[in-house]
């Protein structure tokens, strides 16, 4: 967005087959973006998910192997909404239940801290029950997307860094250790509400929400040790762009190809994995890269050229 600006627009002509669409998104800081297809009247911008699935990768990303699970949590969510775009409603549900769940918890910690009226349990009950409905569709979809993308990551991560695997990605929840893909959603369900009528005191006393997937983690090995406190510097930026390659052939397996935006990721990387990088991608049907100095682009990805400044864009 241009310094000063009040908003920004966004425009995109998208082809699928036979079919064209106009997709504008507006960028409003500080209230809420707006979007429009087809130049129709308003749709949230959530329901441009279906229409253009993109995979970015940036210098951001190192944060998916050494920063906090929160990073990690929000890389499987939207792939999953990448997936299905209906999942955007469960994971706004789930925040939705989440925060109401939180205040009704976080009033009967301070009644409980000074004496005032106990919290009534039937209406954490219900509060239960929504939690458990949307976590468990949550967690399935989770637990399966992390079974289809492990063997795509381990070879993403053998094509960028030969000979430096294994990977592997396993779940870690809140709710206990015997998670796995086979449960159905009823299971699932049937074990957070368990696990969270088994913190209940300690909630209480907290005033927090402690068990569900928004405690959750996704744990990144590498030749049997967890890549974060143990990748070095360069292991890690191939792990992390091991993960954004093996979402890129999951989401080209599954449905029509996604745009590939690599957002000044190759002055982050040495020569060698900027090369492989470069190799990797060229063959894919749109790869959008930007850089600021136009020599770190290797020059195997040729193509349509331009330059951005002061807000004016210029082929080359």
């Known amino acids: 967005m241009r310094m000063g600006a009040e908003r920004a627009v966004i425009r995109a ?176 369900y049937e074990q957070l509400t368990a696990a969270l009528v088994g913190v209940r005191k300690q909630e209480i006393e907290r005033g927090v929400t402690l068990v569900g997937p928004h405690r959750d983690d996704l744990v990144l090995g590498l030749r049997s040790m967890p890549a974060k406190g143990y990748a070095s510097h360069g292991e890690s930026w191939s792990y992390a762009l091991a993960l954004r390659l093996a979402s890129y052939e999951l989401l080209r397996a599954e449905g029509n190809e996604p745009v590939l935006v690599l957002d000044d990721v190759f002055a982050e990387l040495d020569a060698r994995r900027r090369e492989r990088l470069a190799e990797l991608v060229a063959p894919g049907e749109q790869v959008l890269v930007t850089a600021a100095v136009a020599e770190d682009v290797p020059g195997v990805l040729a193509g349509a050229r331009y330059t951005v400044s002061a807000g004016e864009v210029e082929r080359v």
């Open 13 to 188: 002509a998208v082809t699928q087959g036979e079919r064209s669409q106009l997709i504008e998104l507006e960028l409003n800081p500080g209230r809420a973006n707006r979007a429009r297809i087809n130049r129709s009247s308003q749709v949230r911008p959530r329901d441009v998910l279906g229409i253009v699935r993109t995979v970015l990768f940036a210098p951001e990303d190192l944060a998916l192997v050494k920063g906090d699970p929160g990073e990690r949590r929000r890389f499987l969510d939207e792939l999953i909404t990448a997936r299905s775009p209906r999942m955007a409603g469960v994971r706004s549900d789930y925040e939705r239940v989440l925060k109401q769940r939180n205040t009704l918890l976080k009033s009967a910690a301070m009644a409980r801290r000074h004496g005032g009226r106990s919290l009534d349990l039937s209406t954490l009950d219900v509060w239960d029950e929504h939690l458990g409905r949307v976590g468990a569709e949550l967690l399935a979809q989770r637990l399966d997307l992390i079974a289809t993308l492990q063997p795509l990551a381990d070879k993403a991560y053998g094509d960028v860094a030969p000979g430096g695997g294994p990977v592997t990605l396993e779940y870690r929840s809140s709710v206990g250790e015997d998670i796995d893909p086979g449960r159905t959603r009823e299971e699932l």
